[in-house]
């Protein structure tokens, strides 16, 4: 990630958040977000036939979660794997609504063997991961919750994320190196 993204990117989730009328460490329900954007949002299996993606997740575990579509009639669509769990969707709609909040440019087609890819940009994806979080997740909303004592578990279920997201921001986001610190006497 390009220096400064990271202190950068909460700003930007604190301002975004902030323009939805969210308090800092209020949960962000992420179809509000997606309609603030004029994002539409469908699950795959409203294209496709079910099977299909059942398929895909079956030989190839992770390959689909979610993808931006901008269309020719002027519609941003985001498409998303119904076989996840809501927590893993959330994440993945916030990873496909960072990448618009970042005004990324649109990934290219590539065919390969016969199929059909979407090539990716690895600093771009990094930079969506991490707003990604920071909206779900903020600082406050995370410093609140350690504070209170709840652990990565807690959190994902509270907060309706995928545990690995919850881990990602709690162990990044510096929130319990400041919370023991705070407690501790004599420190910074």
Not at 34 to 59: C, M, P, T
Not at 73 to 95: E, F, I, K, M
Not at 135 to 147: D, N, S
Not at 178 to 185: C, D, E, L
Request: include cysteine; glycine fraction near 4%.
């Amino acid at each position: 990630m390009r220096r400064g993204f990271k202190a950068e990117a909460e700003r930007l989730a604190d301002r975004t958040r902030a323009q939805l009328g969210l308090q800092p460490y209020a949960p962000l329900p992420i179809r509000h977000l997606a309609n603030q954007l004029k994002v539409e949002i469908y699950a795959a299996d409203d294209l496709i036939d079910r099977s299909r993606i059942e398929q895909l997740n079956a030989e190839q575990p992770g390959a689909f979660s979610a993808a931006t579509f901008h269309l020719p009639d002027g519609r941003t669509v985001v498409v998303y794997n119904p076989c996840s769990d809501a927590c893993r969707t959330n994440s993945d709609l916030a990873h496909e609504l960072a990448h618009l909040l970042l005004a990324h440019d649109v990934r290219e087609l590539q065919q390969i063997a016969g199929h059909t890819f979407f090539t990716c940009d690895r600093d771009q994806e990094d930079e969506a991961n991490w707003l990604a979080g920071c909206l779900l997740l903020p600082r406050a909303l995370l410093l609140k919750e350690i504070y209170a004592g709840a652990d990565a578990a807690a959190v994902a279920q509270k907060h309706d994320v995928s545990l690995p997201m919850a881990r990602f921001r709690i162990n990044t986001s510096g929130v319990l190196l400041q919370a023991r610190r705070s407690r501790t006497p004599g420190t910074r």
